[in-house]
């Protein structure tokens, strides 16, 4: 059994950014979180914050192994799960076009089969949940348009996005409930090095608030923010002119 009255989740992401926010709020909420990421030092002083409600259990979604040793130490910390919120993610820019396929599969394997290999592991947990279980998901607005240098960061989201819509088919007849949350950009590790401009960059704490509103009212989808979400819409109704007329001006690539 869980040690707390409140529901408990297994965050995927919670050593920095957005999903430490989301962790720290879940935790401050009642509810009991068990936080996983790579750097279990990070985990560690996050778990030392609130020590009764947040467990750190560190692993790399990448790896099969690390993951089984993650599920013993998830099993003796509770014998269900009322949710997984799988926040993990990294990022990589097709700068010059050389289509390194290395780069691809190292932002695929933890952006999508990252999801799956957790799913996979959860799955059992899950369907012991106290009430209905659910999932939560972090893509990204990036995926509503084609944009510069994100062949494979939006590759990697936009097969998340299909993947998470056809679940809630196969899933419509069951109790499972599914959140997409789509932010926009977020003031993280994973943007510090960006060097292009980030409208209406939000801070983490700001953007988790944003997620965990939804995932607790148990909404199918959460966009944020709105402006940079109807920017993109309307320039996604108008794709032929995005294409003709402003790619040019923003793609760094002048010859193929
Ligand atoms: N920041 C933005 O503007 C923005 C916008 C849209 C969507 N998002 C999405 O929001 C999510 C959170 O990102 P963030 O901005 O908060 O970035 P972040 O601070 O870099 O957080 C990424 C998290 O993923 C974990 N992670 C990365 N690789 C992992 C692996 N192999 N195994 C386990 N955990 C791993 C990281 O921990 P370790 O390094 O310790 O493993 C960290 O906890 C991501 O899915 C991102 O794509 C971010």
Same mark, same amino acid.
């Given at each position: 059994m869980s040690p707390l009255s409140g529901k408990t989740y297994w965050l995927v992401g919670a050593s920095s950014g957005i999903g430490e926010a989301l962790a720290s709020q879940l935790a401050a909420q009642g509810h009991f979180v068990i936080a996983s990421a790579r750097s279990g030092e990070s985990l560690a002083q996050l778990a030392l914050t $609130? @020590?009764?409600?947040?467990?750190?259990? @560190?692993?790399?979604? =990448? $790896? @099969?192994?690390?993951? !089984?040793?993650? !599920? &013993?130490?998830?099993?003796? &910390? =509770?014998d269900f799960l009322d949710g997984m919120i799988f926040c993990a993610g990294t990022c990589e820019?097709? %700068?010059?076009?050389? +289509? %390194? *396929? %290395? !780069?691809?599969?190292?932002?695929?394997?933890?952006? +999508? +089969?990252?999801? *799956?290999?957790? &799913?996979? &592991?959860a799955k059992p947990l899950l369907q012991k949940a106290q009430d209905s279980p659910q999932l939560l998901v972090v893509s990204s607005l990036s995926t509503l348009l084609p944009l510069p240098r994100n062949e494979i960061y939006g590759a990697s989201k936009a097969a998340l996005d299909y993947f998470v819509e056809a679940l809630r088919v196969d899933t419509s007849l069951t109790r499972l409930q599914i959140t997409l949350a789509k932010p926009g +950009?977020?003031?993280? @590790?994973? =943007?510090?090095?960006?060097d292009f401009a980030m409208p209406f960059i939000m801070q983490p704490e700001a953007a988790a608030a944003r997620v965990l509103k939804a995932f607790i009212a148990k909404r199918a989808r959460v966009v944020f923010p709105r402006r940079l979400w109807l920017l993109l819409q309307l320039a996604s109704f108008f794709k032929p002119l995005w294409l003709r007329y402003v790619a040019p001006r923003i793609t760094r690539i002048k010859k193929w």
């Open positions: $609130q @020590p009764s409600r947040i467990k750190a259990v @560190p692993c790399d979604v =990448t $790896q @099969p192994e690390s993951l !089984a040793q993650a !599920a &013993l130490r998830i099993q003796e &910390l =509770t820019y097709e %700068d010059r076009l050389d +289509f %390194d *396929v %290395d !780069a691809y599969q190292r932002v695929m394997n933890v952006n +999508f +089969f990252g999801v *799956v290999r957790c &799913l996979a &592991l +950009f977020v003031a993280t @590790p994973l =943007t510090a090095h960006n």
